[in-house]
């Protein structure tokens, strides 16, 4: 067929409203159903009106024909674009044959307020209870009237805090806005079009607003962290087809009241009593004579920025697995998967009843809730009946992890049917697959994916159960790439990134934590080196890592350029911290949670440091800045040298004598090529020592199974990753793990519960092991020379137990596929897709390859096989067949 242009995209969003970047980059995917469809040029058209781009007017950008195969981040060049305003655009591209497509379906964006004068708007809330230390949740109203003739009508809001916001007594937006941010520095502004929801003559908004991590408890660090108290900010336009517009804002003409939420706060639940429900308060018409008037802020000083993160939404629900009666008359539910959210009750009763719902990961010997671990948490809601028939309740403003829910209090005779999980988290869309013949190796999938789901809600956290839930950057740097092949965190992981530009200290360093919340106050008042308080190797890293990773996997160089002084003011502060290029002896955290195996902390920073000065010189390349480039890698390869002196022996002992020095120093590029072997062999020994099992914490357990492949022996990795005894991935599995643990040894047969001060059954971190299982195990890697899988390397490496892999990856261009299998006599078959306008590099191992049925040819030795083809491919379908003679021929 005629290749086909689909998906237009514009900042990663479809048709986004509420935009601030005045120059907006573009994106569509093509479609073909033939091999080698490539773009060879594209036109782009936009319009101020619908009517102007359907005639296929460009009266704002007319790009004419740009010869060109780029379909990603194409930047908007057109007029000045206008605060408030919607945008409607369409591409067209030519194929490698020099032939038109027809025009994409039509896209659009909308700008938000562009210029803080815009904003007529007041901050407002309600004065608190001065007796209660949990607040209620204040409800607000505005009545306001819409003329005839409204074309268009679009609301602003955010909040320090949370709010739910209603029109007509319809709900708008998303669960837990405007999301978390610095509040000292920013908060997020969300755009709705609610033109569907007004009606001429008499609206009414509706809001209620939460403590939220502003003026809730945040983490262990407290309440009232930013404010004490909540504040909600609004600005609709209604724009009318005889050109006029009106503003409906936030000011002292509000009406504010408390209603049933008693007390809802992230970390201690919620209480909610249903006879205190004010009927039609969202609508117009209501009689809020009785309402008081808002407390009006005087401003705040603080950036308002659009919304970049991907709105936070229920995506799931679940019934449970079972349920039982304790003979203290209580209902314990399995809901079968550890997961974050809450649960949705049916109940009949009368007036004045308590329902509550306990929340919990796990369970204790007895079959009672194990709570220990939440620390001071309280995963409890509680609803009081208003007696009217059948009531149904969910929370508003807090979340849990949990799998076991305890019903207490419940009138009459509980069932499968009376409660229903909801699963929330960061709608970041999935995009990758992965299945393979061991039952086993698809649950640590699963594993990985639901550690992801739970724990990616606004900020990369550590845990959703306990008294923390904090946006530790180590954890999120080791898992980004894995996050990356799991889900569309495009957006995700741009916001977290301007948190952590946020945090950043006047000397450079990245904090541990971001938003940071207090945390570096914190930290200063609890260690003895308080100046070292905000760097923590693999932590502060993170604020390199990470852009360098969304440049990998989605060509983002715009990051790269808006965040490239904040790297450089990092790696600076490093250096301005070291004693001959070694990093000091400071970390608190080293690698995190390792087992029997302490990593010297020197070791370890001083080889964190290399790497983050290795990877700003390929940002510097990235970036065209080539005397940067040149500068950093001269720089690394003084930190390698000077890490090799104080560290390194001639027989390739490193200092330590962990796992993770072997692996930080063989992934970093740290040693010689005459080193290598060495401490590889010193490496295996260990792992050999251990019964083949690992011992690597958080830091080095996402670069072990990569280091050891790397080093050609695949066979060690397969064998830690197919592991049953204890450490490993599959001995949680065994005993029932649905999430990734935070400590191997979270639970134990000879021990049983490890320390209830720091044990979560839902943490991502160990889960890092996925990007190897894509990139390695499946082989979908993306190719730093096209970055953001313009090309990719298809590079399966079968071994291990496994019999066959298929695993799919959804890139901005369009989904790669992989599947291979191996028969019992070492034949090969190796089926693979690449999108169109996209080429992969398939490197095939064995012999006697053949391709679609034929002897493969024009194709190059596989780097580093003994045996085995690459071959540049474009678009389409292949099938490829080898003979594998040994299983070391696989090794890379």
């Not at 700008?111 to 007529?120: A, N, S, T, V």
Request: include cysteine; hydrophobic fraction near 35%; glycine fraction near 10%.
């Amino acid at each position: 067929m005629t290749i086909q242009v689909t998906a237009c995209r514009t900042e990663y969003e479809t048709n986004p409203v509420g935009l601030d970047e005045r120059k907006p980059r573009l994106f569509w995917r093509l479609e073909s159903d033939r091999r080698n469809a490539r773009q060879t040029a594209y036109q782009i058209l936009v319009s101020s009106t619908r009517e102007r781009i359907s005639r296929e007017e460009g009266d704002l950008w007319d790009s004419g024909r740009v010869e060109s195969g780029e379909s990603t981040h194409i930047v908007y060049e057109g007029k000045a674009l206008q605060s408030d305003t919607s945008y409607w655009w369409k591409v067209r591209v030519w194929d490698e044959d020099n032939q038109a497509s027809e025009w994409s379906e039509t896209a659009s964006w909308a700008m938000g307020i562009l210029e803080r004068g815009e904003w007529k708007a007041k901050w407002i809330g309600r004065k608190a209870k001065p007796d209660l230390e949990l607040q209620p949740s204040p409800y607000l109203r505005k009545e306001f009237s819409v003329r005839k003739g409204l074309r268009r009508a679009v609301v602003y809001a955010t909040a320090l805090g949370l709010f739910q916001l209603r029109v007509n007594g319809s709900p708008v937006g998303h669960l837990f806005a405007p999301g978390w941010t610095d509040y000292d520095k920013r908060v997020q502004v969300h755009a709705y079009d609610i033109t569907g929801l007004l009606s001429e003559g008499d609206n009414a908004f509706g809001a209620i607003i939460g403590d939220g991590w502003y003026a809730g408890t945040v983490g262990f660090l407290g309440r009232h962290v930013y404010g004490e108290r909540p504040f909600f900010l609004m600005q609709a336009s209604l724009e009318y087809e005889d050109g006029s517009q009106e503003l409906v804002i936030t000011d002292g003409s509000w009406r504010t009241s408390e209603g049933p939420i008693r007390y809802s706060d992230m970390i201690l639940g919620e209480t909610y009593d249903a006879r205190l429900e004010l009927t039609g308060w969202d609508r117009p018409g209501f009689d809020a004579a009785a309402w008081e008037e808002p407390d009006v802020r005087a401003g705040y000083n603080g950036i308002l920025s659009a919304a970049v993160e991907p709105p936070i939404r229920i995506t799931q629900s679940m019934q449970p697995a079972s349920v039982r009666r304790t003979e203290a008359g209580t209902y314990i539910y399995d809901m079968g998967q550890n997961m974050v959210g809450w649960t949705d009750v049916r109940v009949k009763g009368e007036a004045g009843t308590k329902v509550s719902l306990s929340h919990a990961e796990m369970l204790n010997p007895d079959g009672t809730l194990y709570l220990d671990n939440l620390r001071k948490a309280v995963q409890q809601d509680h609803y009081i009946l208003k007696g009217d028939g059948e009531e149904r309740y969910e929370p508003h403003f807090t979340f849990h992890g949990f799998r076991y829910v305890e019903l207490i209090g419940y009138p009459g005779e509980a069932d499968l049917s009376t409660i229903t999980g909801k699963v929330i988290h960061s709608d970041t869309p999935v995009t990758g697959t992965l299945e393979t013949s061991d039952p086993m190796v698809n649950q640590l999938f699963s594993n990985i994916t639901w550690g992801q789901r739970g724990n990616f809600l606004s900020v990369p956290t550590d845990c959703p159960q306990r008294d923390e839930r904090l946006g530790w950057t180590g954890d999120a740097q080791i898992f980004a790439r894995t996050a990356s092949y799991h889900m569309d965190v495009s957006r995700f992981f741009t916001k977290f990134v301007g948190d952590m530009i946020d945090c950043q200290q006047p000397s450079g360093a990245f904090t541990d934590v971001a938003p940071d919340a207090g945390w570096i106050r914190h930290k200063m008042w609890n260690t003895r080196l308080n100046w070292f308080a905000p760097d923590n190797a693999g932590w502060g890293d993170a604020g390199v890592i990470i852009p360098w990773t969304l440049y990998l996997m989605y060509g983002d160089k715009r990051i790269l350029e808006t965040h490239y002084g904040a790297m450089v003011r990092w790696v600076e502060y490093l250096t301005n911290n070291t004693d001959g290029l070694i990093r000091p002896d400071y970390a608190n955290y080293g690698d995190w949670l390792s087992i029997d195996a302490d990593t010297p902390n020197e070791v370890l920073a001083t080889a964190y440091f290399a790497y983050s000065t290795k990877v700003l010189a390929q940002i510097a390349g990235a970036l065209g800045r080539t005397a940067d480039q040149d500068k950093y890698e001269a720089h690394f390869a003084s930190i390698a040298e000077a890490f090799r002196r104080a560290f390194v022996e001639e027989d390739g002992r490193i200092h330590g004598e962990t796992q993770t020095v072997y692996v930080l120093a063989l992934q970093f590029g740290l040693l010689t090529e005459r080193l290598k072997p060495l401490a590889l062999a010193r490496l295996t020994a260990d792992i050999r020592e251990r019964g083949n099992r690992l011992s690597t914490g958080f830091l080095g357990v996402g670069y072990l199974l990569p280091a050891l492949t790397d080093s050609g022996e695949l066979e060690v990795a397969y064998t830690l990753l197919t592991q049953e005894a204890f450490p490993s991935w599959m001995y949680s599995i065994k005993h029932g793990a649905t999430t990734i643990w935070e400590r191997w040894d979270g639970w134990t047969e000879e021990k049983g519960f490890q320390t209830p001060s720091m044990n979560s059954f839902n943490h991502y971190s160990l889960g890092s092991v996925g990007e190897w299982m894509f990139r390695y195990m499946a082989g979908i890697e993306a190719d730093p020379n096209a970055p953001g899988f313009r090309r990719a390397i298809l590079r399966p490496q079968p071994g291990g137990r496994l019999t066959s892999v298929k695993a799919s990856y959804d890139s901005l261009y369009g989904r790669y596929s992989i599947e291979w299998q191996l028969s019992d006599s070492g034949q090969l078959t190796l089926e693979v897709e690449i999108p169109a306008n996209a080429a992969a590099i398939v490197e095939v191992p064995g012999k006697d390859i053949l391709l679609d049925g034929k002897p493969a040819e024009g194709g190059r030795p596989a780097a580093g096989q003994e045996q085995g083809m690459a071959v540049e491919l474009g678009s389409g379908k292949y099938t490829f067949t080898s003979t594998l003679v040994s299983r070391q021929s696989l090794n890379v």
